[in-house]
């Protein structure tokens, strides 16, 4: 499971309230990502973070703002969480230390499953 | 989880079959793809993987194939087990994209039922 963990696994909260996900690894991987699954969709890219304290936009960032202050977690922050942010989160990490486009897969921890009311 | 599974296509085959599940990608530039399986209410899993210098890897009950000209991917399971239900996605990695941060796009997905 490449030493990935996110808390919480379930959370239920209601629209406007602010919401925040964790994923922590233990492996010291450099590069971490927030991806979202929904039915009809393949898993898609909020944001990702290439090192402590360097962060950048996916493709469905809106809505969305992440942190990263060790290399071990990588926080997924909801602002203001709306009915459409209901979704299954998940977070992965890539393995290896290559650089640019190396050719290193990406494994996934176990998922949150979000839903606002 | 399980709703991952619903409106995907469905491949349904007999234990002890073969399986081939296929994936369309959609960058020619693309030079990394990744097969990966999921089962209801895990994270996906990492099958196997192939650069766009090769057309055939194989693994442990498994094998893709990739043919550029096309850009089409196949993931082939042999002897299929009941075990190996889940839903089965492809992913891209296309150079320069969201950042060249070997950053990947992921297909929807195959359900693959194996029948006892």
């Known amino acids: 499971d490449a030493g990935i963990t996110q808390s919480p696994r379930h959370k239920v909260t209601e629209t406007g309230t602010p919401v925040t996900l964790r994923c922590h690894q233990t492996e010291n991987h450099r590069y971490m990502y927030w991806y979202r699954q929904d039915p009809g969709h393949g898993l898609r890219l909020i944001h990702y973070?290439?090192?402590?304290?360097?962060?950048d936009k996916g493709e469905v960032s809106d809505g969305y703002s992440v942190s990263r202050s060790k290399t071990e977690d990588f926080l997924l922050t909801l602002e203001s969480a709306t009915s459409s942010q209901t979704s299954v989160y998940f977070c992965?990490?890539?393995?290896?230390?290559?650089?640019?486009?190396?050719?290193?897969?990406?494994?996934f921890g176990p998922g949150t499953r979000l839903t606002v009311l | 989880g399980e709703s991952v599974g619903l409106h995907l296509p469905t491949l349904s085959v007999q234990e002890g079959d073969n399986s081939i599940i296929n994936c369309a990608y959609s960058?020619?530039?693309?030079?990394?793809f990744i097969w990966y399986k999921q089962e209801s209410g895990k994270g996906p899993q990492f099958i196997i993987d192939?650069?766009?210098?090769?057309d055939k890897r194989q693994g442990q009950r498994v094998t893709v194939l990739l043919n550029k000209t096309v850009k089409h991917l196949s993931l082939q399971i042999a002897a299929t087990q009941p075990g190996d239900s889940a839903v089965y996605f492809c992913?891209?990695?296309?150079?320069?994209?969201?950042?060249?941060?070997?950053?990947?796009?992921f297909g929807k997905g195959t359900k693959l039922s194996v029948k006892p």
């Open positions: 992913a891209e990695n296309p150079p320069n994209y969201g950042g060249s941060q070997g950053n990947l796009i």
């Open positions: 973070s290439y090192g402590v304290k360097d962060t």
């Open positions: 960058n020619s530039a693309s030079d990394y």
């Open positions: 992965a990490i890539k393995s290896g230390t290559g650089g640019l486009n190396s050719y290193n897969e990406q494994f």
């Open positions: 192939i650069r766009s210098n090769m």
